[in-house]
């Protein structure tokens, strides 16, 4: 099914790292520590949150 952008100021700073470095960020700090977000956006209860490579877009899963 379709998944719709849960974070947008999230799916913009993958954006632009990405822009910058050409890869995804290792992992959510790394956006802060390059400066692109000020602070992590805490998800939803029991969800994660993880970037569809294919789209760049920041969803929202189930947290294992």
Known sequence: ???SPVNSPLT?????FHDKFRRFP???NELVTTGFIVAI???APGKRFMID???RI???LPSK
């Open 12 to 16: 913009g700073a993958v954006a632009r």
């Open 58 to 60: 920041v969803v929202e």
């Open 1 to 3: 099914g379709e998944q």
């Open 53 to 55: 490579p294919a789209t």
């Open 41 to 43: 956006p805490q998800p």
């Open 26 to 28: 290792r992992d959510w």
